[in-house]
T-cell receptor, first 106, second 113 residues
Framework: KNEVEQSPQNLTAQEGEFITINCSYSVGISALHWLQQHPGGGIVSLFMLSSGKKKHGRLIATINIQEKHSSLHITASHPRDSAVYICAVSGNQFYFGTGTSLTVIP | DTAVSQTPKYLVTQMGNDKSIKCEQNLGHDTMYWYKQDSKKFLKIMFSYNNKELIINETVPNRFSPKSPDKAHLNLHINSLELGDSAVYFC????????????FGQGTRLTVV
């Protein structure tokens, strides 16, 4: 079993929809990271959080340390949000989720 | 200016060869990493390195070795390349250890034929 589980694996949404991607982890961590990988392959760090909630434009990330769970929300989704979203946790080492492939249809 | 840059972007080579991938960061970060992304897009950390400590993922074959000439560079050397080494390799850096935000390079797609 992977130390980091993401759901769903694949997600298709209509433009404008509210999107949620979930991440659960089973190891002790010092921080949780949300990464975005576009079809071109480059990886961008969206958030790093160790408690509470962070907001960046239309993106919101939350973490519940007690429940070992994090969510990434995208409000008013847009086709340019189409990408793979990867959850990663860091403590003694990094562990990665398998990614959620998001497609937003115009 | 690119924060974390890797070269080359694409690398095609024959089995048995030795190759290097270079990584440079201009962010003044203390810690650099190498990750491997396999054909199923699954990311796995290979190494993390600061000027004091090299942490190696125990699953990484010893044909892979990081070399750091200075704090801004962490190059990846691979000896005796195998077909299974084909993957995308990402370099990243962060200000301190794993609980700070990481910045990624664009990746190097290695194909071993």
């Amino acid at each position: 079993k992977n130390e980091v589980e993401q759901s769903p694996q694949n997600l298709t949404a209509q433009e404008g929809e509210f999107i949620t991607i979930n991440c659960s982890y089973s190891v002790g961590i010092s921080a949780l990271h949300w990464l975005q990988q576009h079809p071109g392959g480059g990886i961008v760090s969206l958030f790093m959080l160790s408690s509470g909630k962070k907001k960046h434009g239309r993106l919101i990330a939350t973490i519940n340390i007690q429940e070992k769970h994090s969510s990434l929300h995208i409000t008013a989704s847009h086709p340019r949000d189409s990408a793979v979203y990867i959850c990663a946790v860091s403590g003694n080492q990094f562990y990665f989720g398998t990614g959620t492939s998001l497609t937003v249809i115009p | 200016d690119t924060a974390v840059s890797q070269t080359p972007k694409y690398l095609v080579t024959q089995m048995g060869n030795d190759k290097s991938i270079k990584c440079e960061q201009n962010l003044g970060h203390d810690t650099m990493y190498w990750y491997k992304q396999d054909s199923k897009k699954f990311l796995k950390i290979m190494f993390s390195y600061n000027n004091k400590e090299l942490i190696i993922n125990e699953t990484v074959p010893n044909r892979f070795s990081p070399k750091s000439p200075d704090k801004a560079h962490l190059n990846l050397h691979i000896n005796s390349l195998e077909l299974g080494d084909s993957a995308v390799y990402f370099c990243a850096s962060s200000l301190r250890a794993a609980n700070t935000e990481a910045f990624f390079g664009q990746g190097t797609r290695l194909t071993v034929v």
